[in-house]
């Protein structure tokens, strides 16, 4: 158990159509990552927040978006969905910007058709 | 940019057998090098980690040694056992604040 939990687990969406994944960072972690995982791929960076701010972005078009509340909890939005973006997406949590880990949630497995 | 090479799987080992996962990285500076675990349809999570040369991160049986002249971070246990099966990532951390690279995961398939 890490603590970092991700909200909902499975979704199914159609193309075109948007969707928001939520994640819930450790307590007393101010930054959250995210990360695409596609089928038989490793992870993919696409944003990181710190302290409400993008503090970060990976290769991702505009259509993928994100916020940071005050509590640290985060969402990740994706606008006008492509059948590519069916992956597992992945929310991660850190003490800080610069720390050295981070600790994953149990991921969002995201499926458009 | 940053980038992390792994071998290829599925790795496929009886229970008892050792145990080597190959990884190397390509990186500006002086990375911290994580070996994760991801079990089917969960999360990762980090099985060890070495953040400067000559470290040697260790868990559950399995190690890992940073090396700096090989840019190397190779994974080995001297014993796997079933319960080990899953899919190995190994990654760096880079000059980008808390951000990873990882490489495209290995599957190990321990059988009785």
């Known amino acids: 158990e890490t603590g970092v939990t991700q909200s909902p687990t499975h979704l199914i969406k159609t193309r075109g159509q948007q969707v928001t994944l939520r994640c819930s960072s450790q307590?007393?972690?101010?930054?959250v990552s995210w990360y695409q995982q596609a089928l038989g791929q490793g992870p993919q960076f696409i944003f990181q927040?710190?302290?409400?701010?993008?503090?970060g972005r990976g290769n991702f078009p505009p259509r993928f978006s994100g916020l940071q509340f005050p509590n640290y909890s985060s969402e990740l939005n994706v606008n006008a969905l492509e059948l590519d973006d069916s992956a597992l997406y992945l929310c991660a949590s850190s003490f800080d910007r610069g720390a050295t880990e981070a600790f994953f949630g149990q991921g969002t497995r995201l499926t458009v058709v | 940019g940053d980038s992390v090479t792994q071998m290829e799987g599925p790795v496929t080992l009886s229970e008892e057998a050792f145990l080597t996962i190959n990884c190397t990285y390509t990186a500006t500076g002086y990375p911290s090098l994580f070996w994760y675990v991801q079990y089917p349809g969960e999360g990762l999570q980090l099985l060890l980690k070495?953040?400067?040369?000559?470290d040697k991160g260790s868990n559950k049986g399995f190690e890992a040694t940073y090396r700096k002249e090989t840019t190397s971070f190779h994974l080995e246990k001297g014993s796997v056992q079933v319960s080990d099966s899953a899919v190995y990532f190994c990654a760096l951390r880079g000059l980008r604040y808390s951000t990873l690279t990882f490489g495209k995961g290995t599957m190990l398939l321990v059988s009785p």
């Open positions: 070495a953040t400067k040369a000559d």
């Open positions: 307590s007393g972690h101010n930054t």
């Open positions: 927040y710190y302290r409400e701010e993008e503090n």
